[in-house]
């Protein structure tokens, strides 16, 4: 048995937030999530909520740290 160390083990949606660069990644995978739920569960308006809560994620997503990127640029 080998015994691993959690600093070197990142999942796979880890890996995809860090390359993403998002301001509030934990935030974006709410709206994520929440998004994919209200698709399954039935409504009384359809599409309605879906369509708002999927324009907050994108929002979210684009929403990009810019103190990150300013440091990277000033460092070169």
Not at 19 to 35: C, E, G, I, K, Q
Not at 65 to 73: K, M, P, S, V
Request: charged share 20%.
């Amino acid at each position: 048995m080998f015994a691993y160390s959690s600093v070197g083990r990142v999942s796979l949606l880890g890996r995809v937030l860090q390359r993403l660069n998002l301001r509030f990644p934990s935030l974006f995978v709410l709206f994520a999530f929440l998004t994919l739920a209200d698709l399954i569960v039935p409504d009384v308006i359809p599409l309605a909520d879906e369509i708002g809560l999927a324009l907050l994620t994108l929002l979210l997503g684009l929403w990009k740290d810019r103190r990150a990127l300013h440091r990277a640029g000033a460092s070169r």
